[in-house]
DNA sequence: CGTTTTTGACCCGCGC
DNA sequence: GCGCGGGTCAAAAACG
């Protein structure tokens, strides 16, 4: 492959979605976000964290979608290649686990440079683990980026959050919120911030896995109920590329591995346009 | 009155 | 060691 990062190679580089026809794609350029795609991953056999999505985000695209204006989108893949990020290979291990692994490659990167980011997994059977760094003492939860054309900050999703805290975001107008699940016992947490090249576009990044169901999806989705949080993928809808005839299925239940860098870059994250419904299947109300 | 938000202070990791 | 930036805490304010 020739789409490594050319100026960091240790560059972050999150999968988002799986394109259910597995085929390369041109580079697009989407909403000023560039885009290199990788290789399609095939995440099928991987547990899903995002239970969320299929359960409350698709009544939340047909809302948005409703007056005319295309609120709403999700990330897609981003660029990765085999050289420069391994993708941990699944295993049939526990679906309670995250199963899903990225890590940098040590070997491109920079002189003098701990690999930063190698978010994965926890699994006690399977071996994979977290190199562990000089002093570092807490393992972080995976977490999951999205971006959303929306002009609400704060998208409904499902869950009940507390706002803990906001902070400016350096070199942005907008600040960033950060907000936990207010179920006891939850430590899933998520952040919010408006990306300031696009201030349209609003980047939600989910951090661990909640550990119950979501209180929309008891009430109204029997359908999510009947599908634990390990549930394989779901079709959450479909797109149009612009230089194709044919719509590419796109699917939610898939991990997107994070760093440990801090700030969020804006080639990290694209956006699918053009949604086709139905968006959802087997995940509608 | 219980819950949520706001916001300044504080802590920590990282780079220089 | 110091400064910077991100993340969290917690008291006060706001809200329903």
């Not at 885009?35 to 695209?61: I, K, M, R």
């Not at 993928?233 to 440990?260: E, M, R």
């Not at 860098?261 to 080639?267: A, G, I």
């Amino acid at each position: 492959m020739s789409n490594t990062s050319k100026e960091d190679p240790c560059h972050f580089n999150p999968f988002f979605a799986h394109f259910g026809d597995n085929q390369p794609r041109p580079a697009q350029n989407l909403h000023g976000f560039e885009w290199l795609n990788g290789p399609c991953v095939d995440y099928n056999t991987q547990s899903t964290a995002f239970d969320v999505f299929c359960s409350s985000s698709s009544s939340e695209v047909h809302h948005l979608a409703d007056d005319g204006v295309q609120k709403n989108s999700c990330p897609r893949e981003s660029r990765g290649t085999s050289e420069t990020y391994r993708l941990t290979p699944n295993s049939s291990a526990s679906s309670s686990s995250t199963e899903a692994a990225v890590f940098e490659d040590a070997s491109n990167c920079k002189k003098d440079r701990q690999p930063r980011w190698c978010e994965l997994v926890k699994e006690k059977s399977n071996t994979w683990s977290k190199p562990k760094r000089k002093g570092e003492t807490k393992q972080k939860e995976p977490r999951y980026a999205f971006v959303t054309k929306s002009e609400i900050d704060h998208l409904e999703d499902g869950y009940r959050w507390r706002k803990y805290g906001q902070k400016a975001v350096k070199d942005s107008p907008f600040p960033r919120s950060y907000y936990r699940c207010t179920s006891q016992k939850c430590t899933v947490k998520k952040r919010i911030e408006r990306s300031f090249k696009d201030p349209s576009v609003v980047i939600t990044t989910y951090e661990g896995q909640h550990n119950h169901h979501s209180p929309t999806t008891l009430r109204g989705n029997a359908t999510a109920l009947l599908s634990p949080l390990s549930t394989p993928q779901k079709l959450f809808g479909q797109i149009l590329p612009n230089d194709q005839a044919h719509p590419s299925s796109f699917y939610v239940n898939h991990f997107t591995l994070y760093s440990q860098q801090q700030q969020l870059k804006h080639r990290d994250y694209g956006l699918l346009q053009d949604i086709v419904p139905p968006f959802v299947d087997g995940c509608e109300p």
